[in-house]
């Protein structure tokens, strides 16, 4: 296989779920409507011919929980692996969630802080997380004043300076920059039986500010981060856990 086993000792995995971080377009402040309808018509440029009318309220619905500037992080699950004599044996999963962002940041920097300082002997995992999980998560960071741990640190850097992040679908692509696979794309490829659940992303902000079921969207970022580690160990060549391998630490902080 291609993803030597030994690279799992000292491996976070992770998946953060993102919501709007207003109810609505017509909660926004005056300044940040106007930022919005102005992003709405780039986003119509990009992707169509731009000559239907734009419905702001609908657009922030669907697509302002993917934009750092426009929301905020609800939820960030970890996987950390159980290792006995080289082989992974165990997955043991928590979650960081809530209403207050700052707190769920300032937690997950602490992990990292404490657990998974130096990027030279720890590693970042997750799908997507270089263009969008780590990303997210630096510019809230930012945004709540709250100081990068080095793993996070990769502004500005090189390719070969951020091995220590390691992307399953960066690592599918091959060369091939142009590919997009989705998580569970790429999961019923590989033979995964990806965990069901009732909702998928495009349902997360719908389920934080109309039902306030934080637990759901946790489960739902819980078994993300599950059907990466299977993924990773397909990469490594080796047994897949079963349901009987994961340990759930919490559900919510």
């Known amino acids: ?48 011919s731009g000559t239907e009318e734009t419905n702001f309220d609908a657009l922030y619905e669907s697509r302002a929980g993917i934009f750092a500037e426009f929301a905020k992080v609800v939820s960030i699950s970890m996987g950390f692996l159980t290792i006995d004599d080289d082989i992974p044996t165990k997955i043991r999963l928590k979650s960081l969630a809530g ?17 998974y300082n130096d990027p030279d002997n720890s590693r970042l995992c997750g799908h997507n997380i270089k263009e969008f999980d780590i990303p997210f998560l630096c510019r809230r960071m930012v945004i709540n004043q709250i100081k990068f741990p080095p793993i996070l640190d990769i502004s500005g850097k090189k390719p070969w300076q951020t091995s220590h992040i390691m992307d399953t679908m960066d690592m599918w692509r091959f060369g091939d920059y142009k590919n ?11 033979g995964i039986i990806s965990p069901k659940d009732d909702i998928d992303g495009s349902m997360v902000g719908h389920i934080y500010w109309k039902e306030g079921d934080i637990d759901r969207i946790v489960t739902y970022c819980q078994k993300d981060v599950v059907t990466v580690i299977q993924i990773v160990m397909k990469y490594a060549g080796l047994p897949l856990f079963s349901d009987d391998d994961i340990e759930y630490l919490n559900q919510k902080q």
């Open 180 to 190: 997009y696979t989705s998580l569970n794309l790429l999961a019923a490829t590989l």
């Open 99 to 115: 209403d207050e962002e700052s707190r769920i940041l300032n937690d997950f920097s602490k992990v990292l802080a404490n657990h």
């Open 1 to 48: 296989m291609f993803l030597d086993p030994h690279l799992l000792k000292r491996c976070l995995f992770i998946d953060i779920e993102t919501v709007s971080e207003y109810e609505s377009f017509q909660k926004l402040p005056d300044e940040k409507k106007e930022l919005w309808m102005l992003k709405c018509h780039q986003l119509q440029k990009y992707n169509s």
